[in-house]
C-alpha cells in the first residue's frame, strides 16, 4: 500500500513548477490513482498488448517510467523468449524507487532501469514502446523529434503506446472535461486547494495537445496505423504500429 498523497492540502506560499522530485515520488501510485482517470485499466492492458506484440529476442522500452508500472504489467504478460525491457526516467527519486520496486519481484526478462533523459537514449531493435503520461512532460517542440527516434526504433509489427492529457479544439467539450476531472479528483479525496495548488504547479510543465495533433505527429513519425484505443474525459492512449509483417 502507498503513501497517501497530502503534499498540497495545506496552503503553500510559493508554488513552484511541478518536478518529480523525492517527495512526489514518495506518494506517486497513490497520486496518480486519484489523479488520472482510467489509470489502472491502461496499465492492464498494456500488458494485454505486450502479450500481442512484443516479439522474440526484441526489446521494450518504457519511456518515463516512473516506479515502473508499466513495466511490471508488460513483464508479467510477455510470453516469448529472450526479450528485455529498458526502463527510462531522468528522476533519481523515481529511478531509486523503481529499481527496488522491479527487484521484489521475481521474472525470467530482464529489466534495465536506467536514469537518464529520453531525448537522449537510442531505440534499437524494439517490438514495443510505452510513453505512459510521459510525452506531455517534454518542450512541445522536441515531441516530433522522439516520435521520430522510436519510428525508426521499431521493428516491423512494432507498436508505440502513446497514454495522454488531452486538449479538446470544441471549447464546450474542452470545459466538460476538464470539469469532469475535477470532479473525478474531488470524488477521489482532493479538496479545492489541493487541486488548484497541483495544477498551477503543473501549468508550464505539462502542456496537453489535442488527439488530432498527437494523430498528425504519429503519422509524421511514419507510423501506418494510429488511433485512439482508450479514453476517460481528458485523458487516454493511442495506438500507433509500424506496418511490416513480424
Ligand atoms: C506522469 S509520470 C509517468 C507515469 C508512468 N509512465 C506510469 O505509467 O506510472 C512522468 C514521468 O516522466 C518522467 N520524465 C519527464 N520528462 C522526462 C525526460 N525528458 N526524460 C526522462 N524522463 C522524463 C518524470 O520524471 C516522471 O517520472
Known amino acids: ?10 496552503p503553500i506560499a510559493k508554488l513552484g513548477d511541478w518536478t518529480f522530485d523525492e517527495r512526489v515520488a514518495e506518494v506517486f501510485p497513490d497520486m496518480i490513482q486519484r489523479s488520472v482517470p482510467g489509470y489502472s485499466n491502461i496499465i492492464s492492458m498494456i500488458g494485454m498488448l505486450a502479450e500481442r506484440f512484443v516479439q522474440p529476442h526484441t526489446q521494450v522500452y518504457d519511456l518515463g517510467c516512473s ?11 510477455i510470453n516469448v523468449e529472450g526479450c528485455k525491457i529498458i526502463s527510462v526516467d531522468n528522476s533519481p527519486a523515481m529511478i531509486e524507487r523503481c529499481r527496488r520496486h522491479i527487484d521484489a519481484f521475481r521474472a525470467d526478462t530482464p529489466v534495465d532501469v536506467i536514469e537518464a533523459d529520453i531525448r537522449n537514449i537510442s531505440i534499437e531493435n524494439a ?9 506531455q512532460f517534454l518542450d512541445p517542440n522536441e515531441r516530433q523529434q522522439l516520435l521520430n527516434t522510436i519510428w525508426h526504433g521499431l521493428r516491423p509489427g512494432g507498436i508505440l503506446v502513446l497514454s495522454e492529457k488531452f486538449s479538446f479544439a470544441d471549447p464546450v467539450v474542452d470545459e466538460l472535461l476538464f470539469n469532469m476531472h475535477h470532479d473525478f479528483k474531488r470524488a477521489n479525496g482532493y479538496s479545492e486547494l489541493e487541486i488548484s495548488q497541483k495544477r498551477s ?16 505527429r504519429l503519422r509524421t513519425a511514419g507510423f501506418e496505423h494510429v488511433d485512439l484505443w482508450f479514453q476517460c474525459f481528458n485523458f487516454g492512449s493511442l495506438i500507433a504500429l509500424k506496418a511490416g509483417s513480424v
Open 1 to 10: 500500500m502507498s503513501n497517501r498523497d497530502t503534499l498540497f492540502s495545506a
Open 67 to 77: 516506479l515502473g508500472a508499466a513495466t511490471l504489467s508488460v513483464r508479467r504478460n
Open 127 to 135: 517490438s514495443m514502446v510505452v510513453l505512459n503520461f510521459t510525452l
Open 201 to 216: 504547479m503543473l501549468e508550464n510543465v505539462m502542456l496537453t495537445d489535442s488527439v488530432e495533433s498527437h494523430k498528425a
